[in-house]
């Protein structure tokens, strides 16, 4: 056995004959060999695990890499006085002067309460999850604070964000954006900075609720990734895109968190809170990238996220985020989204067979039914030639932005927008008339309760239009008649809410709603006198509409509908429209 091993230093890059098992030729803090010269400084460590450190009380020795890291968040700590769950002044840079009251809405859901209460409490958003840097910070920022103040804080953070954003959710990757935002505030403002996380920079349609494409924005997001690596001048270009493919939730959905170093994190958040949107993640993900090939990290090892932000330092972050064009201009980046919007809508009218189960697992046809719907949807469809951008035309669009990106602004902004609408067009749907169109149609055949008019055909169809190009794309349709045609009570009046621009109804507006979808001759009925005396407030969020789902009366129609459904023969009800 070969008790030496040759490595580099993770720092000057020298050759270096590491004896095993002799732990002082790494590290101690990112785990990765370093010369004598390149690690003098000794400073004291916090996160346990750490298998490298005996003694936690003792000063321990780190490359120079990590030192820098050290430096930059020991200076935040003191300056801004950071500690676990704490009023900081580091909350007015990210949010300024804002005014901390948050009006508390309705509990929580019970199974969406558990689902947070398990995951905290099982341990998934401990500290010693986090990467060797961030893990450092966060424990640091922790002392003095016991594992149980520090996982329900974390819980009560969360369930406070998922109360005001009851379409969002919880997903497992929050908990670790909760870690952090909790190092830099009290709960009240890690909620704040969370919830401006969620509103203003992450962009909505991350969290696009419509179902068969539930992340279709985060896609078009690492899609968009993909092709600033292909266009720009990068080493190794088609591991890096197989790469990004595979991890790219890391970077993205939790914000860079499992990647950068804090020192990174925290420059790039500054600058994402600064300019209100997620530019500086797509740079800061693309920089990483380059910089890891550069330093001929090993990307298809076990952990790469661990190492893979290691050689990013905060200072070049800084510089890129400065150089407002460096891989990408932001019209070039929303050109390159909205073709990938356009290249999706044209796969869900094929009849491949995947895809035809997909939308059938989605909506409630058959696939036959929905088939024959495709068939009919491409009739009517706006087919505008997809434009494959080929290196030639990349070379263009970014010529196109530096010279719109010049002086006379009001007119390039035109400009601009006038490229993104072309570019828009050519998703592969049908417009408003269409729509309205194949609407008539159904209401005669199959609405039997009051049918709706153009102004809430308008809201259904902007509700489904995921990338707002006034068009809907077969899938978006396929759903929406879903709902419509076959949905539950439920479902539609849900759909409905959500579809009102402004999130809270007053009364008048509810009981239009629910006049919308109840059949008349329910309406006149004294039961439905009661129902109405029974649920009145003078204001409805969305909890107070999924309370109203609950009431007795409610359910009793949906039972009464479902009597009458059984009674339809699906496919023939379907044959019907289609032969007129
Ligand atoms: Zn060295
Ligand atoms: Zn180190």
């Not at 803090?29 to 004598?36: A, D, L, N, R, T």
């Not at 349609?205 to 001048?233: C, H, P, T, W």
């Not at 669009?397 to 006038?418: C, F, H, M, N, V």
Request: aromatic share 12%; proline share 2%.
């Amino acid at each position: 056995m070969n008790i030496f091993d040759k490595q580099k230093c993770c720092v000057c890059s020298k050759g270096l004959q590491i004896l095993l098992m002799r732990f002082s030729s790494y590290c101690k803090k990112c785990h990765q060999s370093v010369c004598m010269s390149c690690s003098t400084n000794r400073i004291k460590l916090y996160s346990i695990p750490n298998e490298m450190v005996q003694d936690f009380d003792k000063p321990q020795r780190v490359c120079d890499n990590c030192y820098k890291d050290y430096l930059y968040y020991q200076d935040l700590i003191t300056k801004y006085n950071l500690q676990w769950n704490t009023k900081s002044l580091f909350f007015n840079i990210l949010l300024g002067e804002k005014k901390r009251k948050i009006k508390i809405q309705q509990p929580l859901e019970l199974n969406e309460k558990q689902n947070i209460e398990k995951d905290i409490l099982t341990g998934r958003s401990d500290a010693h999850l986090l990467n060797y840097s961030i893990r450092e910070f966060v424990t640091q920022c922790q002392q003095g604070q016991t594992l149980q103040q520090i996982r329900s804080s974390i819980i009560r953070v969360l369930e406070l964000f998922i109360v005001h954003h009851p379409t969002i959710g919880y997903c497992q990757g929050m908990s670790f954006i909760a870690t952090i935002c909790l190092c830099l505030s009290d709960e009240e403002g890690a909620f704040h900075i969370m919830n401006h996380l969620f509103s203003v920079i992450i962009p909505f349609r991350f969290f696009s609720s419509s179902s068969g494409a539930s992340l279709i924005g985060y896609q078009a997001e690492i899609n968009f990734i993909k092709e600033m690596i292909l266009v720009n001048d990068f080493q190794e270009k088609t591991k890096l895109v197989k790469f990004v493919e595979l991890q790219g939730p890391q970077f993205l959905l939790t914000l860079m968190i499992q990647v950068l170093n804090i020192s990174s994190l925290l420059v790039t958040w500054k600058e994402m809170f600064k300019i209100k949107s997620f530019i500086p993640i797509d740079k800061a993900v693309l920089y990483t990238l380059k910089t890891a090939v550069i330093k001929n990290v090993d990307l298809m090892s076990s952990k790469p996220l661990n190492i893979l932000g290691k050689f990013v330092y905060y200072t070049n972050l800084i510089e890129i985020f400065q150089n407002e064009n460096i891989y990408f201009t932001k019209f070039e980046r929303i050109i390159y989204i909205e073709q990938f919007y356009s290249k999706t809508s044209r796969s869900w009218v094929s009849n491949d067979s995947n895809i035809l189960n997909k939308l059938k697992n989605i909506s409630n046809f058959e696939v036959d039914e929905i088939a024959s719907l495709q068939i009919e949807f491409k009739k009517n469809c706006l087919d505008q030639k997809i434009v494959q951008i080929n290196q030639q035309q990349r070379q263009s669009i970014k010529q196109l932005a530096q010279l719109t990106d010049s002086s006379d602004e009001e007119d390039d902004e035109y400009r601009q927008q006038l490229i993104i609408q072309q570019f828009k067009l050519q998703k592969y749907g049908i417009n408003f008339e269409t729509f309205i169109y194949y609407m008539d149609i159904f209401q005669q055949k199959e609405i039997s309760d009051s049918p709706l008019d153009q102004e809430q055909f308008k809201l259904v169809f902007n509700l489904f239009d995921e990338n707002k190009s006034e068009l809907l794309d077969f899938r978006e349709f396929l759903i929406c008649l879903s709902i419509l045609l076959r949905g539950s009570f439920a479902e539609k009046f849900k759909m409905f809410f959500t579809a009102h621009t402004s999130t809270v109804l007053q009364f008048y507006e509810f009981q239009a709603l629910l006049s919308l979808l109840i059949p008349q001759q329910i309406q006149i009925t004294q039961e439905y006198k009661q129902f109405l005396q029974r649920i009145k407030r003078s204001q409805f969020n969305y909890f107070d509409m999924l309370n109203v789902l609950k009431d007795p009366f409610l359910i009793k129609i949906e039972d009464l509908k479902q009597q009458q459904k059984q009674q339809i023969q699906k496919l023939n009800t379907y044959n019907r429209f289609i032969n007129g």
